[in-house]
């Protein structure tokens, strides 16, 4: 089992900078890989960002791509979302996730995080 909890949320002017954290807990988490995705209101889970275990492969979307850094500390266990030059179209609720794979695709993930809220004023 595999517990994450995701900080660092608020509200931002556009423009601005936020960075999120998910700490990681349970077997074997380090080694697995892992995502960002996010959730408007009415809106579908989308992906935001991936990495693999051992950092080598990083994976963004379209939308947050050139803006948002994706990174993680083995030591710590912990993956970070530098997510900079926000947007009101980033407001959402952004969950970390988990899973043996690194993947863009919610369904390949095993473990969530409770989500943090992310907004974004114009």
């Known amino acids: 089992q595999v517990q994450l909890r995701e900080s660092g949320g608020g509200l931002v002017q556009a423009g601005g900078s936020l960075r999120l954290s998910c700490a990681a807990s349970?077997?074997?988490?380090?080694?697995?890989?892992m995502g960002w995705f996010r959730q408007a209101p009415g809106g579908e889970r989308e992906f935001v960002a991936a990495?693999?275990?051992?950092?080598?492969?990083?994976y963004y979307g379209d939308s947050v791509k050139g803006r948002f850094t994706i990174s993680r500390d083995g030591a710590k266990n912990t993956m970070y979302l530098q997510m900079n030059n926000l947007k009101p179209e980033d407001t959402a609720v952004y969950y970390c996730?988990?899973?043996?794979?690194?993947?863009?695709?919610?369904?390949?993930?095993?473990?969530w995080g409770q989500g943090t809220q992310v907004t974004v004023s114009s």
């Open positions: 996730a988990s899973g043996l794979v690194t993947s863009r695709q919610s369904r390949n993930y095993d473990y």
């Open positions: 349970g077997a074997s988490s380090s080694k697995n890989g």
């Open positions: 990495i693999n275990y051992n950092s080598l492969y990083k």
